[in-house]
């Protein structure tokens, strides 16, 4: 834990008293977004000390040059920038005169941010002492609105408290922006048009090579004391700005108020020569319904998100609110509506990273998707990378790789690969095999036979030639090896044999042939379809089988543990425990040399492995591993305490899976990794959710049925959730005494619980 300001509540992200070494973090954590845009918390205002700026458009993207100090062959060309948009909520706001401005008031007082989960908005409040010495409260509430995904709303109150005063509001679009991780200081946005129509106004930009188009647009309604003053505001544009200006006297006592409804209109989803039209109807349909009754639909909207996503725990506030946290801002990222969208790292909270999909979606997000929605929002998932084979294939055909081989990026807007790092877009190769997992995952989950058929087999045998022909035959070892690889521990590069990616290798192929038997067997059109699409050949999967059957896999005898990768037991093994803590973490206190040369382990790594292929091993085995590699693990990846959390419930070691539960759920509020202020680590936060369902709750499915090994901290006094399995809802509450499983609806349904099977008649509670 780096950070402790945050107020615990089962429902909201507070923050109470004005800091300036904060405002950056919170601007993470208060983020707003809801699938289609997002918005970091700002201040409306303005703020002349230190911010990161920060507004997204899902699917919106720039090919930023890649920055590496010598080209090679193979080096992807551009790193895809999620991009800095025009900036739709400034408010810049005077009195008599004196701009409002918290880094240059003479004092701030009462200030409290409120992050409203359960509802969906967000409001900042505080009282300050100008400059000027007038004295002023604000209050600003924003939200984003769910199912009208194109509009924000602000409404931003200011209260002369010491004496009367002139309030002047000057709401502005701002297309002047950039990224914070430019490589080059390109320009990343033309903007064409600047437009200012009564209360409204309007920028038309679009972005340099991409050539997406945007419409930012804005209207505004000045209030006071509740009566609206109709005025033409003051109007200033520039080339790539424009502002108006609404000015009124406010008694001491009395409320100015300011309605901003604003947002985008983008290419992805109207012609660009309907941009403003578009926008014009969102402005028309906003200011006809008004904030408050726009407001009382975000919070039905969300309620009906809760209602299937919510995760209760019942005896310890910061656990409820950190996973309600992590459940917040994953519905504020994705809510499958749009199966060109994906779940990038960092959401809609930052820039880092670049890209919209890793394999974060298909190791971690899956599940959750798939648990709280439905099947048609995971299938999008998979549809996604389906859409993108070709690009995947064209990714390996640039290394080298022929006859179909693909390559899944390890970061991506389009399908190409766009990441900077040589040691992760060439080696990084593990992200192949949580493709193919994914589909395996679905199927499990689901039951849905069809994806495979349909779509998901000829992704498999683009997967298992890659494999097949990343394997070279060693014959010292007279096994197959896959040398020059990066496996999950980032901390590790260009090493040969990495055991989980080899394991992954093996599995992959043996999956593809299995499925390939099973349609051929049952969907014969399709056999046929695919086969010859792919001119693939008996003898050829033969081929890789030949590959998968005889892969080396690094294992010590003298220790009975597989090896992360070969030479691992060369290193010097000083568990993490033995670390100064002035050390950490070591990626921002260690030179990579010193790194590369430690036994320190970034994330699960072996244990992904364990993790994903758990019914392959023995729990005896699963210990010791366990006990091998978490004590050298640092855990400096947002995806690694998730995994440890499962396995060690899976152990039976809850005080243990409770404290890494701790920590993936409160990971940014808390900031552990001391980074939350360039934004939330929002994949990771699906691994919160599998931490209570997966590992405290023990859910698996086996053999088409759920099975559940309920476990709970001795802290809490309940817990309960919900999960959508094949149209069912089930219900799961953990209490210290009792366990209860109901399902809604018209089916019963049979379950395992500690390895004794019962049926769940509908609507009926059962308590064990």
Request: proline share 3%.
């Amino acid at each position: 834990m780096n950070q402790d300001y945050i107020q615990p509540d089962a429902w909201s992200i507070i923050e109470e008293g004005f800091e300036p070494g904060r405002v950056k973090s919170s601007e993470s954590l208060f983020s707003l977004g809801n699938g289609a845009m997002g918005q970091r918390a700002n201040f409306e205002e303005g703020y002349s000390g230190p911010t990161f700026q920060g507004s997204y458009i899902a699917g919106v993207y720039y090919p930023d040059k890649t920055r590496v100090g010598w080209w090679k062959n193979g080096y992807p060309e551009y790193f895809a920038k999620v991009l800095n948009a025009p900036n739709w909520i400034g408010i810049k706001v005077t009195i008599n005169g004196e701009i409002l401005d918290l880094n240059t008031c003479k004092e701030i007082r009462d200030f409290k941010r409120e992050l409203n989960m359960k509802e969906g908005w967000y409001q900042r409040s505080f009282v300050a002492l100008l400059p000027n010495d007038i004295e002023v409260e604000v209050v600003s509430t924003r939200f984003l609105h769910l199912d009208k995904d194109e509009l924000g709303c602000i409404n931003y109150a200011v209260t002369p408290l010491n004496q009367s005063a002139e309030v002047s509001f000057t709401p502005y679009l701002d297309g002047g922006i950039t990224n914070e991780d430019s490589n080059w200081d390109d320009k990343f946005w033309d903007v064409s048009e600047v437009a200012s129509e009564e209360n409204q106004a309007f920028i038309h930009s679009r972005t340099m090579k991409t050539d997406f188009h945007v419409c930012t647009y804005m209207e505004a309604q000045l209030f006071q004391n509740g009566r609206h003053l109709q005025q033409t505001p003051e109007t200033k544009t520039t080339d790539r700005a424009v502002r108006h200006t609404y000015t009124t006297t406010v008694e001491e006592g009395e409320t100015a108020t300011l309605f901003k409804y604003a947002g985008y209109a983008v290419s992805l989803n109207h012609t660009p020569s309907t941009l403003k039209s578009a926008a014009k109807s969102v402005l028309r349909e906003a200011t006809d319904i008004g904030f408050d009754t726009l407001l009382q639909q975000q919070k039905e909207a969300w309620s009906k998100i809760w209602e299937m996503a919510d995760i209760t725990i019942d005896g310890d506030v910061k656990a409820q609110q950190g996973i309600r946290f992590n459940i917040f801002q994953l519905n504020q990222t994705y809510l499958g509506k749009d199966a060109r969208l994906n779940i990038g790292p960092k959401g809609f909270t930052g820039e880092k990273y670049g890209g919209s999909t890793y394999w974060d979606t298909e190791a971690y997000c899956l599940p959750f998707y798939m648990a709280t929605k439905n099947d048609e929002v995971a299938r999008n998932l998979l549809v996604y990378r389906y859409n993108h084979l070709e690009k995947a294939i064209e990714n390996a055909e640039k290394l080298g790789f022929t006859n179909g081989a693909a390559l899944y990026p390890m970061v991506t807007m389009n399908g190409e690969e766009s990441h900077n790092e040589w040691e992760i877009t060439f080696e990084e190769i593990h992200r192949n095999a949580a493709i193919a997992f994914a589909i395996y995952n679905y199927t499990r989950y689901t039951g849905d036979t069809s994806y495979v058929p349909e779509k998901g087999l000829e992704v498999l045998i683009a997967i298992a030639r890659f494999w097949h022909q990343r394997a070279n035959f060693s014959t010292a070892k007279n096994k197959y090896v896959i040398l020059g690889v990066t496996g999950p521990n980032e901390y590790e590069n260009n090493i040969n044999n990495n055991w989980y990616t080899n394991y992954c290798a093996k599995w992959c192929i043996e999956y593809a042939t299995e499925m390939l038997e099973g349609v051929e067997q049952h969907h014969t059109k399709d056999y046929e379809r695919i086969t010859s699409k792919a001119n693939l050949s008996k003898t050829e999967v033969s081929d890789w089988n030949k590959v998968a059957s005889n892969l080396h896999f690094p294992y010590s005898e003298e220790l009975g543990v597989y090896l992360q990768q070969d030479g691992f037991l060369d290193k010097e093994l000083v568990p993490v425990s033995q670390l100064d803590e002035a050390q950490r973490p070591i990626n921002q206190k260690w030179s990579w040399d010193r790194i590369l040369r430690s036994a320190y382990i970034k994330q699960a790594d072996v244990l992904q492995g364990f993790y994903f292929f758990e019914d392959h091993f023995s729990e005896e085995a699963l210990q010791k591993h366990f006990d091998f590699y978490e004590p050298l693990t640092v855990h400096e990846s947002s995806l690694s305490p998730c995994v440890h959390s499962i396995q060690a419930a899976k152990l039976g070691r809850m005080e243990q899976a409770y404290e890494f539960y701790l920590r993936t759920s409160r990971l940014d509020l808390d900031d552990y990794n001391k980074e939350v202020d360039e934004g939330c680590h929002i994949t990771s936060m699906a691994g919160t959710w599998m931490s209570i369902v997966e590992g405290f709750a023990g859910m698996r499915v086996r053999d088409g049925k759920l099975h559940f090994s309920p476990q709970i901290p001795k802290k809490w006094k309940e817990y309960s959730f919900k999960i959508n399995f094949r149209g069912t809802i089930v219900t799961v509450k953990v209490g210290q005494e009792h366990h209860c499983f109901c399902v809604k609806g018209k089916k019963e349904l049979e379950i395992n619980v500690n390895g004794e099977a019962m049926k769940l008649s509908p609507n009926t509670e059962v308590t064990i």
